[in-house]
């Protein structure tokens, strides 16, 4: 049974700010997500946009937003195919249970400017 559905968009110049306040990055992104991707080279702010997008996606399909959640517990990994997958610690573990989902689906995009995400939560 689907519980929710989240889709969010980033604009990318959104990003490429951030990188320029020392240490923002490191209060909005988990360590292991961040540092892959910062080894994309020139597709690291797409790849962080695309993170970003799913993280608020992720509280839409909560339906309570992100409030009281810590976004580094909101992990967005890519398997070796490429296929992303959402990975929760802590705040937002403890949040999904709350929520009845067991099972979370991500896709996400980008593209030159923006990059969106949608996440859908699921009880199986």
Do not use: C
Not at 22 to 39: I, M, N, T, V, Y
Not at 56 to 63: I, Q, T
Not at 109 to 124: G, K, L, P, S, Y
Request: net charge positive; aromatic share 4%; charged share 20%.
């Amino acid at each position: 049974m689907i519980i929710g559905i989240g889709v969010d968009v980033v604009h990318v110049h959104r990003l490429e700010r951030w990188q320029a306040i020392p240490g923002l990055l490191q209060r909005f992104f988990h360590p292991d997500e961040l540092s892959a991707a910062l080894s994309k080279g020139s597709g690291t702010t797409l790849s962080l946009a695309a993170r970003f997008a799913a993280k608020e996606a992720f509280g839409k399909a909560l339906g309570r937003g992100l409030a009281g959640i810590i976004l580094k517990d909101i992990m967005v990994v890519n398997h070796h195919n490429g296929k992303p997958e959402i990975v929760l610690f802590g705040t937002a573990l403890q949040a999904l249970k709350q929520s009845g989902a067991t099972r979370v689906h991500i896709s996400m995009t980008h593209e030159r400017d923006n990059a969106i995400a949608m996440v859908v939560i699921e009880a199986v």
